[in-house]
């Protein structure tokens, strides 16, 4: 009989009790701490500290609320759309000490380092820093990796340690940008692998940390529609997921020449709201040297990273989008004459408008709200609107969806005979199998 080597062996060969009576028999073997064995992979030891030994800090950040210093940040956006002009918008202010837009604090004084694979230095990062008003005195661009081989690429997995070492030479260090993080991550990584880009990213952020410099991450937006803004972000969620905020530079669905920055995830701040900012060109050298920069807008935006990637995505289809059938919502609701605001509201909500996209359809057809008399309530007209308020109750005849809908506390009237069908707007029609518009 072989000797037992655990408890089930025990059990099996000489019954519960005997089992038992040998456990309990055995003597204590005291862990001994400095024995290789059973310490981890490769004898590794866990690295602790007591809750209680941690002094509580504050975050310290480049952006308040928005990027933080000893953190990394990611940007996504479609090419073309200015994410790499907002890193340098962010370096220039940086190296200036400028002011964030919005009035949502300054930047702390300091250097920038920039790896750029996709831009050339001279020809469009150089013009671009000088555009935006950067001092470039204070920006240093990394351009490859001298070895025993001769120049080559950089690679995060490989280079960190290059990396550190500069940002230490340099001194004083507050921001670095890698654009795209994912052409820096070397060959052998796969961008979609998830362990494979959290296994190269947590030594980034290590880094990031003990350096208190602020990482920058300029990723593209992947090719395809339908998904929220959180899933709009190239390679796998190990991306996002090591990042401490994320945003993503969209067009305005409302303002084919304006861009939107919008967040879309912040661990350390509340989300808060997006920014709007257009592309200007100035002469930046001569002969006529033209290069690009960011002009922020003067107030921030309400609309969402998924709101606004869904009205990009419906336009790109071709499909009516949220907003049209909002603003063909209020020209029929208003065709009669003018509508107590409440009523608009309550009927909207009952044909699923959000209310972000109702505010922005009444800009767009710059419908007035006026007072219904001395102690009245308000109401809402189309600009040209000249008509007399309708007494309380009244319907138009006009067939509008006014006929077809009560306020939640009146009663519904009976069901309208076949002849007294209503002649309800096409894009409001509903097939009654699908419940989809009809065509």
């Known amino acids: 009989m072989s000797k037992p080597q655990d408890w089930n062996d025990m059990q099996r060969q000489l ?51 928005r990027v933080a210093i000893g953190k990394l940040t990611l940007i996504a956006g479609e090419p073309g759309l200015g994410k790499s002009q907002v890193s340098l918008a962010m370096a220039a202010a940086v190296t200036t000490g400028g002011e964030w837009p919005c009035n ?42 001298r070895d025993d081989a001769g120049h080559r690429a950089f690679n995060l997995a490989a280079d960190l ?15 670095v940008v890698i654009d795209p993080i994912s052409s820096y991550l070397g060959a052998r990584i796969d961008s979609h692998n998830n362990t494979a880009v959290r296994g190269t990213l947590e030594p980034v952020c290590e880094m990031a940390d003990r350096r208190h410099v602020a990482v920058v991450g300029i990723t593209h937006q992947p090719k395809g529609t339908g998904t929220a803004a959180m899933h709009r972000f190239i390679g796998s969620i190990g991306f996002v997921a090591a990042a401490r905020a994320a945003y993503m530079v969209t067009r305005d669905p409302d303002d084919e020449n304006r861009r939107l920055f919008l967040p879309v995830k912040n661990n350390l701040a509340p989300l808060g709201q997006g920014l709007a900012f257009r592309l200007e060109q100035r002469i930046v050298a001569e002969p006529g040297i033209v290069a690009s920069w960011v002009v922020w807008d003067a107030v921030p935006v309400t609309i969402s990273a998924d709101e606004a990637l869904s009205a990009t995505d419906v336009a790109r289809e071709g499909a009516a989008s949220p907003r049209t059938e909002a ?14 605001v ?11 408008i959000a209310p972000r996209t109702l505010a922005r359809a009444r800009k767009a057809l710059r419908i007035r709200a006026v007072k219904d008399g001395f102690g009245g309530g308000w109401l809402l007209a189309m600009p040209d609107e000249e008509c007399q308020v309708l007494p309380k109750g009244a319907t138009s005849g006009s067939g509008s969806l006014r006929q077809s809908w009560q306020p939640s506390d009146t009663a519904p009237p009976a069901p309208p005979g076949e002849a007294d069908m209503l002649d309800i707007p096409a894009f409001l029609r509903r097939s009654a199998a699908g419940g989809s518009p009809v065509a």
Request: glycine share 10%; charged share 30%.
């Open 342 to 352: 409440e009523e608009v509201n309550e009927h909207a909500r009952a044909l699923s």
């Open 104 to 145: 949502e604090g300054r930047a702390p004084l300091g250097n920038v380092i920039i790896l750029a694979a996709e831009d050339g230095a001279a020809d469009t990062v150089v013009p671009r820093l000088e555009a935006a008003g950067a001092d470039r005195q204070r920006v240093h661009i990394v351009s490859a990796v």
């Open 161 to 175: 340690e290059l990396l550190e070492q500069k940002i230490c030479e340099v001194g004083n260090v507050r921001m």
């Open 15 to 65: 019954g519960t009790d005997a089992a038992r009576r040998q456990w309990d028999a055995a003597p204590l073997v005291p862990f001994d701490s400095n024995r290789g064995g059973g310490t981890g992979e490769a004898g590794g030891r866990l690295i602790a500290r007591r809750a209680s030994d941690i002094a509580i800090v504050p975050v310290d950040w480049l952006w308040p609320g």
């Open 327 to 340: 603003e063909e919502y209020l020209r029929d609701k208003l065709s009669a004459g003018r509508v107590p």
